[in-house]
């Protein structure tokens, strides 16, 4: 069974431009979050879909940051304008479920993420 | 105080020995516990979860303390392999009293066997 997958690997871009990142969830998996890593610091959430709804986007840095995750299928997570503290390291995970009963029907599973340099 | 706290590292072990990582959380209310293992540039990959007291898989064995907020991994006959970064990951618990989705990170012990 395939994984997550994401692309591109690396993006390196200039301030003020626009970076679209792409995730494929594992098949069948309903939900899919997005997380980052930035230089120095732990990996944080930034929002969780269900299907093509957000059910979380607490996370979100602020309105630079756009998800969309139409049909629910694959996700784009976009940077417009692309600032200097957004690079980072922008994993996608999937899971069957995401909310409720704490089971191994909630684990995530990680792609292997965009370097994204922004210069 | 940090959502979840590790102690950095890095261990340096040799082969065969026992290493064991700490873990503290801050939310009472969290739900289910995981431990990650975190290669150089490489994705996190679920090593461990643990709904309960604990979970044990070969020569890893995971611990749940809830009175204390404390969560262990104890690696035995460490190998070159394990060498890696291995994240303590917290789920919270959500607004009708299952886990939330989101899981809450701490920066991670790296680890480093050597022969």
């Known amino acids: 069974e395939a994984g997550v997958t994401q692309f591109p690997s690396h993006s390196v871009i200039e301030k003020g431009q626009t970076v679209t990142l792409r995730c494929d969830p594992i098949?069948?998996?309903?939900?899919l979050y997005w997380y980052r890593r930035v230089m120095g610091k732990e990996i944080k959430f930034l929002l969780h879909f269900v299907k093509e709804s957000k059910q979380d986007e607490s996370g979100m840095p602020n309105n630079r940051f756009l998800a969309e995750r139409t049909g629910g299928t694959y996700s784009t997570l976009k940077v417009q304008p692309a600032e200097l503290e957004d690079s980072g390291v922008y994993f996608c995970?999937?899971?069957?479920?995401?909310?409720?009963?704490?089971?191994?029907?909630?684990?995530?599973?990680f792609g292997p993420g965009t370097r994204l340099t922004v210069l | 105080r940090k959502e979840v706290e590790q102690d950095p590292g890095p261990f340096n072990v040799p082969e065969g020995a026992t290493v064991a990582f700490n873990c503290t959380y801050s939310?009472?209310?969290?739900?289910?516990f995981f431990w990650y293992r975190q290669d150089c540039r490489k994705e996190p990959k679920l090593l461990m979860s643990?709904?309960?007291s604990g979970n044990e898989d070969g020569r890893f064995t995971a611990q749940l303390n809830r009175a204390s907020q404390y969560i262990s991994l104890l690696i035995r006959d460490s190998k070159l392999s394990d060498s890696a970064t291995y994240l303590c990951?917290?789920?919270?618990?959500?607004?009708?009293?299952?886990?939330?989705?989101?899981?809450?990170f701490g920066k991670g012990t790296k680890l480093s066997v050597k022969p």
């Open positions: 995970a999937s899971s069957q479920g995401g909310v409720g009963a704490a089971s191994s029907y909630n684990e995530q599973f």
């Open positions: 990951v917290v789920n919270p618990k959500g607004t009708y009293g299952g886990s939330q989705g989101n899981l809450i």
């Open positions: 939310n009472s209310a969290s739900q289910s």
């Open positions: 643990v709904y309960s």
């Open positions: 098949s069948g998996h309903d939900n």
